[in-house]
């Protein structure tokens, strides 16, 4: 079921790290034109899957799944070339002799999940045995060699002294590949571009402009961080500034390298091209 005629519905991932692109969004000037929808990547990866929604930041595997129906916004998303600070696999011995291990993944991720079977299998050879499991180290890591935790719960959980090792898996993909690794993208129904050019343009505009004026200064994204998720400013100042909320084609060769292996181990069923709107009449696709 689609959204009525003149109001979008947009999905903002309920995670800090998309927060520079949200936090001087221009609500006053959208009337009542939009809503937002607050939700974990996988309940936003559902909803605009179903026409729930109408664009979303969603997992970017999320992508690859429904590419046919979805077109990707330029200029916008959640990348890293090197270590992301919040995509963590703790585990309790080094991870290449996590080959034939059992490892816990988060039930909010779909990307990253997808990620890590990517590299335990490509580059380690190996194909541990998964559960999926509430984002909880304590209640993930008694019956499990490793887990996986993302977001805001994998911050909160590298500020413990667990005794866990520790691996970010941008810094893994960076290492492996040399490439970037877009973990968000922001996505747009194909039916809703044809429906209303215009309103999603101007949204995009919105979210460019608010993505550059928190970038110029962090000091409102930090302090807000500071406030309903703890830490130090200088740890989210650091966090905020190694993330990349750019999507060109440095971001887009990366991307492409991930579909393409998650396409030859049968995660995806098919290869995923990224199509890139370009303005309200054309879509680009990558070669």
Known sequence: MTTTENKLRIGRI???NVWPV???FPMHAMGNSIEFVKQVPTGLNRALAAGEIDMSAISSFAYGESFQ?????????????????SLLLFHKKPIEELRNGRIALPTTSATTNNLLKIIMEKKYGGKPAYTYARP????????????????DHAIKASWLDNGYIVTDLGQE???WTGRWMSFAVWAVRKSTIERSPELVKKVWDGFVES??????????VVSEAVRTIGGTETYWHHYFSHLCYEFGPDQWSGLELYYQYAWELGFLPEQVPIQIWSDITRVRVTE
């Open 14 to 16: 309920d995670f800090t």
């Open 22 to 24: 949200f936090h001087h």
């Open 69 to 85: 129906d979805y077109v990707l916004l330029p200029d916008l998303s959640v990348s890293a070339l090197g270590p992301v600070n």
């Open 136 to 151: 909880d180290l304590d209640e993930m890591m008694p019956e499990h060699d490793g887990a996986l935790l993302i977001g």
């Open 173 to 175: 993909w960076k290492d």
């Open 211 to 220: 993505k550059r004026k928190s970038l110029q200064d962090l000091t409102g």
